[in-house]
Nanobody
Framework: QVQLVESGGGLAQAGGSLRLSCAAS????????MAWFRQAPGKEREFVAA???????GYADSVKGRFTIARDNAKNTVYLQMNSLNPEDTAVYYC???????????????WGQGTQVTVSS
């Protein structure tokens, strides 16, 4: 069992930036692919970004060029740097861990509790 705790969410203005963090418990963080998903009210959970054990990133088209995913295995932490935010980025953001990297939420075995990101116009 891997426990994931997101932080860094909050309020931002359109065009602004936020940096989300996901801290993982346990000593096997380095064995997992990590990802960020988001879910807005009334919408399905949406893939945002993923990073493999080898630190190869992948992004949804909607965030490519604006968001950057990174991981620090020594700190058991994955980050999501979000720049050029717009109101459409408003959602609860979830951190996920799994054995395979991909855009399908079913690929991930462990999930954090989520952190709210709200972007105002």
């Amino acid at each position: 069992q891997v426990q994931l705790v997101e932080s860094g969410g909050g309020l931002a203005q359109a065009g602004g930036s936020l940096r989300l963090s996901c801290a993982a418990s346990g000593r096997t963080f380095w064995t997992y692919a990590m990802a960020w998903f988001r879910q807005a009210p009334g919408k399905e959970r949406e893939f945002v970004a993923a990073i493999s054990v080898g630190k190869i990133p992948g992004y949804a088209d909607s965030v490519k060029g604006r968001f950057t995913i990174a991981r620090d295995n020594a700190k058991n932490t994955v980050y999501l740097q979000m720049n050029s935010l717009n109101p459409e980025d408003t959602a609860v953001y979830y951190c996920a861990a799994g054995y395979y990297s991909g855009s399908d939420p079913l690929s991930y075995d462990y999930w954090g509790q989520g952190t709210q990101v709200t972007v105002s116009s």
